[in-house]
């Protein structure tokens, strides 16, 4: 390292779950990396539901389960329920398929996880640069070849940056890799309580057999009154996560406060009682970059990389961005050595960490999922209409003792042609598929 500057062979700019993975990666092939994060230490500043996803940590570190992950319960029960006003049909699934050893998924607390996982960056050689703000970039021939900090003397320079701040992508705006600031119709605001129950009444609450079960659920209907988002459920050992997230837009120009709807959601009578004498541990708020492929910046510019939210890598449907943003810091890391082995740093000796997530599902399913954000939006029925439908047509199939069969199955039909037209229903569910499968 230079006396004068202080010189690093990569600059990751925060210590959350794509930038310690991308500094990881980097050091253990034997490069110097600074990670500089904004927070008091990594995790701090970190929000989520939530659950990681096995595949990605494994990846990462083959022996992930021997090196004693703080982690939560494994989920070993998921799905969806659905909430009408006053009801809830549970579409959830256990053993079989979600029975893998290891376990696909595992509930987590960021407060915990990410100071863990940075831990395991240090341990490969990195060196962690807490209560740091990046504020811009240092160019040379207009090429960025470090960071300014809000440190005095706070200039540090590498020939790479990567480029992991989260969905709040100011940085990534200042280098003109994105043309626009968070679209509000494509970002969700995410409000969450943490509450503390003894784990003894979370099993006996939801029907899991011991402490090492737990659940993952979405939730549709009810919980956002309306509006385009979800809710979720997570088992925490001796706490329950609940949450809803709606995209800023719809909170907008429907005018109901974020913690309206966590409250409603709190009080709604097939959830209270889940949660009944618990003592709130958290209480907070954060955003889900959910335009996904349609608010993705340029990934790559000359001496820089952007990896995870900052990117937009999130599949809103099936809760995916915590191993979006593993795999691209994975593949980032991996980018930043092989342009120190050719000592090109170029955007186009750069441009291979495209090709290298488009081989993978990181930007394989950004863009099948291309349109769904606005299938949301666009189709309030699945918030709204068709979690109520459910509700009533399997109420309705299961209480019809004593009628005559034909009436009960006609007035399930009818339960939803009062609400959409059958063939306006025929179009959702099309439009849904569409959404779903790319085209
Ligand atoms: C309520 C909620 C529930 C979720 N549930 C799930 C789930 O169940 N499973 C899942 O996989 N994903 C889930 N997600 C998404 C997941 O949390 C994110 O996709 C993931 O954390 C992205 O990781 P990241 O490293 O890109 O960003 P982050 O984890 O946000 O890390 C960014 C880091 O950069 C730092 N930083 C930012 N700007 C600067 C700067 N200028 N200088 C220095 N440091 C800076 C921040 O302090 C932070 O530490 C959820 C998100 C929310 C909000």
Redesign the pocket.
Known sequence: MSKDKLQYDVIV???????STAAAIAAREGLNVAV????VK????????????THALVDIYPDFFDRKPPLERPVTETGFWFLSDDGLVKATVQGGVVNSDPIDAYVAL?AEF?PWWAEQAVAEGAFIIPK????DFLYEDGKVVGVK?DRPEGDVYAPVVIV?????N??TQKLGLIDHDLKISKTAL?V?QMISIPAKDINARLGLPDNNHGM?ISVMGDVSMGLAGLG?L?TAKGALSL?V?VTLDALQESGIKPYELLQRYLEHPAIAPLIKDGQMMEYGA???PEGGWTTMPRLYTDGVLV????AS??NALH???????ITA?KQAGLTAVEAHKKGDFSAKSLSTYQDKLSDLFVLQDMKQYRKFSAFLKNHPQFMDIYPTFINDALGMFFTGFGKPKRKLYKDILRSLTSRRPLFKAIGDIIAFGRSIIGI
Not at 319 to 325: K, L, P, Q, V, Y
């Open positions: 700019v925060g210590a959350g779950m794509a930038g500089i994060e904004r927070g990594p995790g701090s500043k970190n929000y989520f539901g939530g659950a990681l996803y960021r990410d740091t703000l990046v504020e900090t992991c701040e989260g969905v709040n100011l940085l995410a969450k993952a979720f997570y949450g997230g954060h955003l889900i990896a995870g939210d900052a890598m999130v809760w995916e961005g915590t191993n979006m943003a810091g």
